[in-house]
């Protein structure tokens, strides 16, 4: 029975999933993770012919599935999951932001506040109307004044 710290365990299993055929992922995939971020820097400057990026990475040695050839419209789809999934990775190792309390708090100077006199609050406006001295009461009633 293999022991479980033995890490000859795990430069077995590295070499497998590096023949063909031992990863779940296509080499050409493996590759365009591991050089995402050339890549998308390459691809910003100039949006990519995939015909032609098709063409070169077929001269590279690179195949589709079963050692089918690359087809300009698969290479396409996949790069668009390898870029879905780095950003995915990248989500998690975002540095969190400040917490609240670290950071500065700016203040403007406020005029100061002062409460109306009771008798303004309560009495209807001088338009006669009702409805906002009902609102103005229950106003004051919420925030705690006294009529």
Known sequence: MAKQDDPSVLADLKAALQQKGGSLRSPLYQWMYRNHDELVELFDEAPPNWQQVTTV?????????DGKPLQPQSVRRLWLRVKERHAKAQEGKKPKGKPVGAMPVVREALPPVTAMPPEEATTPASDGSAKLAEFRSKINRHSGRTE
């Open 57 to 65: 990475l077929t001269s590279r040695g690179f195949t589709g599935v």
